[in-house]
């Protein structure tokens, strides 16, 4: 069974930083791509940012390129995504997930994939 716990979600001022964590388990972990899709109130769940364990390449969205870097721990099965210089539109509950790469930029290419973690709500204040 494919397992993906998120942590790391909280509340911060706008300007600070966050780092979510995302551990993996019951799959291959090399060679899947996995990342962070977002969803505010009343929007469509977008992708964030991913990274490929096969070759390492990532994916950010154009709205955190530049503040948001993702990272991948091997030996632990684990995510990273480092958000930095927050802004209040980032605010949203970040979904972890496992699945292709083009399902992170695609138009409702989320509606493809099927391993979702639970979800971990990222808050900012002005």
């Known amino acids: 069974e494919v397992q993906l716990v998120e942590s790391g979600g909280g509340l911060v001022q706008a300007g600070g930083s966050l780092r979510l964590s995302c551990a993996a388990s019951g799959f291959t972990f090399d060679g899947d791509t996995i990342g962070w899709f977002r969803q505010a109130p009343g929007e469509e769940r977008e992708g964030v940012s991913c990274?490929?364990?096969?070759?390492?390449?990532?994916y950010y969205a154009d709205s955190v390129k530049g503040r948001f870097t993702i990272s991948s721990d091997n030996a632990k099965n684990t995510v990273y995504l480092q958000m930095n210089s927050l802004k209040p539109e980032d605010a949203a509950i970040y979904y972890c997930?496992?699945?292709?790469?083009?399902?992170?930029?695609?138009?409702?290419?989320?509606?493809?994939?099927?391993?979702w973690g639970q979800g971990t709500l990222v808050a900012v204040c002005s």
């Open positions: 997930a496992a699945g292709r790469k083009s399902t992170w930029y695609l138009p409702y290419g989320y509606k493809y994939l099927e391993n």
């Open positions: 990274i490929s364990r096969a070759d390492g390449s990532t």
